[in-house]
């Protein structure tokens, strides 16, 4: 089964704290998901390889360290895990982004895709997956599918925030995918929206409903 890490900083329960509240505008909500996300690319980013490397300081010379040569591709499910790709550029400037779009079918609760357009190396990158809601983890396991069939060999998922259902699902279908969580909440309602969640994060993010 994959691994669930819950990232339990304070400063990303903090902030999380402020995104679920309804009270919190559009320009705010934008801002928060931009830090947690952020705040989030430390932990996702933590088991990266380093290699030594001699620099020359003002005083003397120095063996230091540098991330070894690490291809990361970040890929947010469209259109809500847009909200985070700038928060994990902001620390990795150099990964690079595609995009996958999926909705969800109103009546089967589904995912249906409508867009795919990746870095042409996805095979060569580790690849991280970004969607705010992980709720009935169709939407993140279709996507992890799409990358597997088109050569990705390594691929973690972030979320804000999860259903323990969208979890299951991920890590049933996807045992090998680890999984990177601000918070799991307690269940899915009728229309498969996590309680108590945030609502829907598209439109919070871009202030449409």
Same mark, same amino acid.
């Given at each position: ?69 690490? !291809? /990361? ?7 809500? +895990?847009?909200?985070? @790709? ?5 620390? #990795? =400037? ?61 691929? !973690? /998922? ?7 259902? +969208?979890?299951?699902? @991920? ?5 090998? #995918? =680890? ?31």
């Amino acid at each position: 089964m994959s691994k669930l890490y819950i990232l339990d900083h304070p400063l990303i329960q903090h902030k999380l704290t402020y995104i679920r509240d309804k009270r919190t505008g559009t320009k705010e909500f934008r801002e928060l998901v931009d830090e947690v996300a952020t705040l989030m690319a430390y932990e996702i980013t933590r088991d990266m390889p380093l290699e030594e490397v001699t620099v020359e300081t003002p005083v003397a010379e120095a063996t230091c360290q540098v991330i070894a040569g690490k !291809k /990361l591709g970040l890929v947010p499910i469209l259109r809500a +895990g847009l909200g985070m @790709v700038e928060g994990i550029l902001k620390l #990795i =400037p150099t990964a690079k982004v595609g995009h996958i779009g999926l909705y969800r079918d109103p009546e089967t609760h589904e995912p249906v895709e409508y867009y795919c357009k990746l870095p042409s190396d996805i095979e060569e990158r580790e690849l991280i997956v970004i969607d705010p809601m992980l709720a009935t983890g169709g939407s993140a396991a279709a996507a992890i599918q799409l990358l597997k069939e088109k050569g990705a060999r390594n691929i !973690k /998922l972030m979320c804000l925030i999860a259903a323990n259902e +969208g979890v299951s699902r @991920v890590q049933s279908e996807h045992p090998d #995918i =680890p999984i990177y969580i601000g918070a799991v909440d307690e269940h899915l309602n009728e229309k498969r929206y996590i309680v108590p969640g945030l609502g829907d994060a598209g439109d919070r993010l871009f202030g449409t409903k």
